[in-house]
């Protein structure tokens, strides 16, 4: 990889530790310096419990690193009170979720729309009009979350998290609900948001596959990067997770 310039940078991270306090205290990060450029899609990977939520938590601003320094664009997260926290996470971040996170009352449609109405903001109809088309979601756009498939719902969550242009989309296990199927279709959506919308996203994942959709696999063992891989493809991913000790890791359907 190369260096990347601070204009390049969508997310920044700089010796960043978390540790747990407690009887037997914990450290999920043990110093991590990493930075995430623009208009780029990585995968971040790792044996369970080896820091992969702490990491993504801590970068998009929703925990705070025991040290360190975490920024956002230019922003040093760290100079910020909670409530200029909250409006930085609104404004310039979306997140997806294993569990999508929609809100069963509401419609597609408003579920769409719910972060720009907390964060007071009126996103360009064009642009929301372009999201909708762009998950295929627009002749469901009045249905109930309970109304679609978990492929549909994913793509309403993704939808919610490109409304406002967010400088940068975190995803925890977005395909671990899903099928194979329906799973390769929301990967093949972020890739799109990558390719043509000049989106950054950065993905936890499991997953071999759903990994060798990104263009960088970050690896994370007992709370730092251990493998920083462009391009790896599944087969060479496994094999790498492989020799953290992980045989479990085997990809399914491929030679
Ligand atoms: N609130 C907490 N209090 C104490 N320890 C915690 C807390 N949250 C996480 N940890 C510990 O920090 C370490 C890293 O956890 P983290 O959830 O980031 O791992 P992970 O790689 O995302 O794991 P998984 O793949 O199982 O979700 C683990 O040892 C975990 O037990």
């Known amino acids: 990889m190369h260096p990347s310039s601070p204009a390049t940078r969508a997310v920044t991270l700089e010796g960043v530790t978390r540790t ?5 205290p914990v450290v999920a990060l043990a110093g991590v310096d990493i930075d995430f450029r623009r208009g780029t899609f990585t995968a971040v990977m790792g044996p ?8 993504l938590h801590c970068a998009a601003g929703l925990d705070r690193p025991t040290s360190g320094r975490v920024r956002i664009g230019e922003t040093d997260l760290s100079s910020l009170s909670e409530k200029d926290l909250t ?4 404004a310039r971040v979306g997140f997806v979720f ?6 069963p009352a509401l419609t597609v449609e408003q579920n769409i729309m719910l972060p720009s109405r907390l ?3 009126a996103p360009d109809p064009r642009w929301v009009a372009e999201v909708v088309e762009r998950v295929g979601l627009g002749a469901r756009l009045s249905h109930r979350p309970s109304e679609l498939s978990g492929g549909q719902q994913q793509r309403v969550a993704i939808a919610r998290a490109l409304v406002s242009r967010p400088e940068v989309i975190f995803c925890d296990e977005p395909t671990g609900a899903l099928d194979t199927q329906t799973a390769a279709e929301v990967l093949t959506l972020l890739r799109a948001v990558v390719d043509d919308a000049g989106q950054t996203v950065i993905m936890v994942t499991h997953d071999p596959v759903a990994a060798s959709y990104a263009d960088r696999v970050v690896v994370l063992a007992d709370g730092r990067v251990v493998r920083d891989m462009p391009q790896p493809g599944a087969a060479r991913i496994a094999e790498q997770l492989a020799h953290l000790g992980r045989p479990s890791y085997a990809v399914h359907g491929e030679g």
């Not at 747990?20 to 037997?24: C, I, S, T, V």
């Not at 369970?48 to 990491?55: M, N, R």
């Not at 409006?87 to 609104?90: P, S």
């Open 119 to 121: 964060a007071r903001s």
């Open 87 to 90: 409006v930085l996470r609104r």
């Open 98 to 103: 294993q569990a999508f996170n929609l809100v």
């Open 48 to 55: 369970s419990g080896s820091g992969k939520s702490t990491l």
């Open 20 to 24: 747990y306090d407690g009887e037997q």
